[in-house]
């Protein structure tokens, strides 16, 4: 029996790169749709989440992760976890990836891939709404993508935006969202926000929005005029239109419809740009599916460095 690989973080994120990643996304949109599935567990506080997908010629893996919060107050990670990843052939084992690696790389990634379709090539400013993890993952990514670009980061917390610009050459923080949103040609919101933070008034034609912190049916990050005045997209229909506030709050209210979403990356022929001024609003509403998909590639870079 084959060992399975065990890929770690900084060993495998030093075979990745943003492009490549999103061409993998294209690709893997291009096999038959995939089958997914999530199970939770719980012990008081504390949870156990496994995500698994199947895709017919890419193979299966199951993600697990467990969210145990006390661990903050022992200088702990509150969320760990990894990937298994088998083999679409005979279903061995074929790796377990770094839970944080997939994650990271899913997450930036997911929205890269819209980016590149979706924003106009010649953007030259781009604001992130949010200080976390993810945000400093999407300067990652979104720079080799546009790397003429300057970056602002806003965040509720002013110190927070301040640190994470501090890290970087190109990053500043701002005070004003209003008046940063209004000169933005990217806006990519990153929070934990249940109230929108990002007001459709602000927005100047031509500006791409990439919504991702909303994934709860109870969170929202942009307001009902966002979603209005531009043309709209998901990553997946199955995970975002019955299972996440940003969509299906206003759907549900009748502010649009499941015919104003342009099409998910199963139809990425439609991910284009119809001109300079329009908006375009792009929902990352994560998946199974794309964790599969971004594992496989990690994988099969690991293999031929």
């Known amino acids: 029996m084959t060992t399975p690989e065990i890929i770690p973080f900084a060993e495998g994120e030093a075979q990745l790169d943003w492009i490549g990643l999103t061409d993998a996304l294209a690709a893997g ?28 010629g890419l193979g299966l893996a199951v993600k697990s992760a467990t969210i145990f919060p006390g661990n903050a107050s022992v200088g702990k990670p509150a969320v760990n976890g990894g990937v298994s990843v088998y083999s679409d052939d005979d279903g061995t084992l074929a790796a377990i990836v770094d839970f944080h690696l997939v994650t990271k790389w899913k997450t930036a990634g997911d929205s890269l891939l819209a980016a590149r379709r979706l924003a106009r090539a010649d953007s030259k400013v781009i604001l992130i709404i949010g200080a976390g993890t993810v945000a400093r993952s999407l ?6 993508a546009f790397p003429e670009a300057r970056f ?15 890290q970087f050459t190109h990053v500043t923080a701002v005070d004003d969202l209003a008046g940063a949103v209004g000169q933005a040609d990217i806006v990519s919101c990153a929070t934990m926000s ?30 009902d005029d966002v979603l209005t005045r531009g043309r709209l997209f998901v990553d997946s229909l199955d995970t975002t239109v019955g299972h996440i506030g940003e969509i299906k709050d206003p759907i549900a209210r009748g502010v649009i419809s499941d015919a104003d979403i342009v099409a998910d990356y ?31 590639y990690i994988l099969d870079r690991w293999r031929t460095r």
């Open 152 to 166: 602002e980061i806003w965040n509720r917390t002013g110190a927070k935006a301040q640190e994470l610009a501090d």
């Open 29 to 56: 949109h291009d096999l038959p749709r995939a089958e997914i599935a999530d199970s939770f567990l719980y012990r008081g506080g504390d949870t156990l989440l496994n995500r698994a997908a199947w895709i017919d």
């Open 266 to 296: 199963y139809g990425l022929d439609a991910f284009a740009r119809q001109s300079d001024d329009e908006i375009t609003v792009f929902k990352n509403g994560g998946g199974a599916h794309l964790d599969l998909m971004v594992s496989r």
């Open 194 to 223: 249940t109230e929108p933070v990002l007001r459709g008034e602000w927005l100047r034609p031509g500006t791409h929005v990439d919504l991702i912190g909303a994934y709860r049916p109870d969170m929202r990050e942009a307001d």
């Open 139 to 144: 300067v990652e990514a979104y720079s080799t």
